[in-house]
């Protein structure tokens, strides 16, 4: 299975981001200089081109793999020189390439989106039929944790296992000052301390 996240601004598209799971092992990645891994055994690693492992990790192993698993996250601001020089000819998507070809795509058209709005792409793992802790992760106008972003798309890809999921979490920069702003002032009139979940972790 691989699946990738594509960016779109009229003009060109870039591969922001893709995800291969072979049954067995998991590679990621954003960048070709570098990708990252999730093998069955459990170990995940970063990985450069010429063959420098850095950030090595022992977590469970896949097969066993409970929850949810974050392998990834990136965000940028949706700007027309978001992606430019050097970067615009890296990631650019090139679907005439035989290692280009994808079993799922997750699109994002940044015409459709607010100049200057965070945009916060995040890829990860998940226990085959557990959607009660992928819900945990998916930010609501609601939830407390959503205070900057709210989920906008969701890629579930269930033909492996564990499952492999992408969101997009987007806010405006008047949206996040809203919110803060609200945020605060329920902390303070409730008398309690609010808690946000930590974006990075392991399992959820």
Same mark, same amino acid.
């Given at each position: 299975?691989?699946?990738?996240? $594509? $960016?779109?601004?009229?003009?060109?598209?870039? =591969?922001?981001?893709?995800?291969?799971?072979?049954?067995?092992?998991?590679?990621?990645?954003?960048?070709?200089?570098?990708?990252?891994?999730?093998?069955?055994?459990?170990?995940?690693?970063?990985? =450069?081109?010429?063959?420098?492992?850095?950030?090595?990790?022992?977590?469970?192993?896949?097969?066993?793999?409970?929850?949810?698993?974050?392998?990834?996250?990136?965000?940028?601001?949706?700007?027309?020189?978001?992606?430019?020089?050097?970067?615009?000819?890296?990631?650019?998507?090139?679907?005439?390439?035989?290692?280009?070809?994808?079993?799922?795509?997750? #699109?994002? *058209?940044?015409?459709?989106?607010? $100049?200057?709005?965070?945009?916060?792409?995040?890829?990860?793992?998940?226990?085959?039929?557990? $959607?009660?802790?992928?819900?945990?992760?998916?930010?609501?106008?609601?939830?407390?944790?959503?205070?900057?972003?709210?989920?906008?798309?969701?890629?579930? *890809?269930?033909?492996?296992?564990?499952?492999?999921?992408?969101?997009?979490?987007?806010? =405006?920069?008047?949206?996040? =000052?809203?919110?803060?702003?609200?945020?605060?002032?329920?902390?303070?009139?409730?008398?309690?301390?609010?808690? #946000?979940? *930590?974006?990075?972790? *392991?399992?959820?």
């Amino acid at each position: 299975m691989h699946a990738r996240v $594509l $960016l779109i601004d009229g003009t060109n598209t870039f =591969t922001t981001y893709w995800i291969r799971h072979t049954g067995k092992d998991v590679y990621h990645g954003w960048h070709p200089n570098q990708k990252g891994s999730y093998h069955a055994s459990g170990q995940s690693h970063n990985k =450069t081109r010429s063959g420098e492992v850095s950030d090595i990790e022992k977590h469970t192993p896949l097969a066993e793999l409970k929850g949810v698993h974050i392998l990834a996250s990136l965000g940028w601001l949706n700007h027309p020189n978001s992606f430019e020089g050097q970067m615009s000819t890296d990631l650019q998507y090139r679907p005439q390439l035989k290692k280009s070809r994808s079993d799922a795509i997750l #699109m994002i *058209d940044s015409r459709a989106i607010p $100049l200057e709005a965070n945009i916060q792409l995040t890829i990860g793992l998940l226990e085959p039929g557990n $959607l009660t802790a992928l819900d945990r992760v998916v930010y609501r106008y609601s939830d407390a944790n959503a205070i900057f972003f709210h989920t906008k798309q969701l890629l579930l *890809d269930t033909s492996v296992k564990p499952w492999v999921w992408a969101k997009v979490d987007m806010a =405006t920069q008047e949206q996040s =000052t809203e919110r803060i702003a609200k945020f605060f002032a329920s902390d303070r009139n409730s008398g309690q301390h609010a808690e #946000m979940s *930590d974006f990075g972790s *392991d399992r959820i």
